[in-house]
C-alpha cells in the first residue's frame, strides 16, 4: 500500500531564505506526483506536476525534484515571501488502473515572517 | 469562472440527520473524486467516478454514497450522520488524458460539522 509522509509538519522562516520541503512516498511505482498549495479555509491549487519519466519541473520561484528510486520528491522555494505562506501538499498518482487517484501526505505548513 | 463548484461551504448536522453535498463542474471531465480531510492530515479518498453512471469506492467510503447521472455533477450522499464524519469534504476533476498528466481542479470545500 502506498504511503506518503511530508517532513516537517510544520516550518517557519524570515522572508527571503530559500528553503526545501520533502515528500517520501514508500511505492515507487508511481504514475506521477504533484504538489499542492492549500491556503486556510480555501481548495488546492495545483502548483507542480512532475511525470514519472522526468527529474524536475519549475515554475517561477519554485522547483520540485523527483528521485523514484529513492521514493523522494522536494519541493524548493526561493527567496520566500510572507505570500508562501500555505500549507504544502504532495501527492501520487498509481498505476491502479485508469482512474487518476491520487494518495496526500499529510502537508507542511509554511510560515514566511516578515 | 470555470471550475468546481461545491455547495454548501458550512453545515452543521445533528447524529442521525442526512444531507447531500453537492459537486458540479464545467470542464468537461470525465473524472471526479470526493476527498475529505481531516485536521492535521492529508487528503483521504471516498469515492470516484470515471464517467457518467460509473463509480467505485475509495479508501473511505463506509457511510458514505454517490450518483454520477451526467459528467457535470458528483453529489455525495451522508446517510445516518456520525460525529466521526466532522470534517472538510473536497470534490475534485481531472483530465482523463494520459498526456495531460490526469491534472486535478478542486473545489473550495464544504466544512461539515456533526453534532
Known amino acids: 500500500k502506498q504511503e506518503v509522509t511530508q517532513i516537517p509538519a510544520a516550518l517557519s522562516v524570515p522572508e527571503g531564505e530559500n528553503l526545501v520541503l520533502n515528500c517520501s512516498f514508500t511505492?515507487?511505482?508511481?504514475?506521477?506526483l504533484q504538489w499542492f498549495r492549500q491556503d486556510p479555509g480555501k481548495g488546492l491549487t495545483s502548483l507542480l506536476l512532475i511525470q514519472s519519466s522526468q527529474r524536475e519541473q519549475t515554475s517561477g520561484r519554485l522547483n520540485a525534484s523527483l528521485d523514484k528510486s529513492s521514493g523522494r520528491s522536494t519541493l524548493y522555494i526561493a527567496a520566500s515571501q510572507p505570500g508562501d505562506s500555505a500549507t504544502y501538499l504532495c501527492a501520487v498518482r498509481g498505476f491502479s488502473g485508469n482512474t487518476g487517484k491520487l494518495i496526500f501526505g499529510q502537508g507542511t505548513t509554511l510560515q514566511v515572517k516578515p | 469562472n470555470a471550475g468546481v463548484t461545491q455547495t454548501p461551504k458550512f453545515r452543521i448536522l445533528k447524529i442521525g440527520q442526512s444531507m447531500t453535498l453537492q459537486c458540479t463542474q464545467d470542464m468537461n471531465h470525465n473524472y471526479m473524486y470526493w476527498y475529505r480531510q481531516d485536521p492535521g492530515m492529508g487528503l483521504k479518498l471516498i469515492y470516484y467516478?470515471?464517467?457518467?453512471?460509473?463509480?467505485d469506492k475509495g479508501e473511505v467510503p463506509n457511510g458514505y454514497n454517490v450518483s454520477r447521472s451526467t459528467t457535470e455533477d458528483f453529489p455525495l450522499r451522508l446517510e445516518l450522520a456520525a460525529p466521526s464524519q466532522t470534517s472538510v469534504y473536497f470534490c475534485?476533476?481531472?483530465?482523463?488524458?494520459?498526456?495531460?498528466?490526469?491534472?486535478?481542479?478542486f473545489g473550495s470545500g464544504t466544512r461539515l460539522t456533526v453534532v
Open positions: 475534485a476533476s481531472s483530465y482523463s488524458d494520459r498526456t495531460r498528466g490526469y491534472g486535478y481542479t
Open positions: 511505492d515507487s511505482a508511481i504514475y506521477n
Open positions: 467516478s470515471v464517467g457518467a453512471g460509473i463509480t
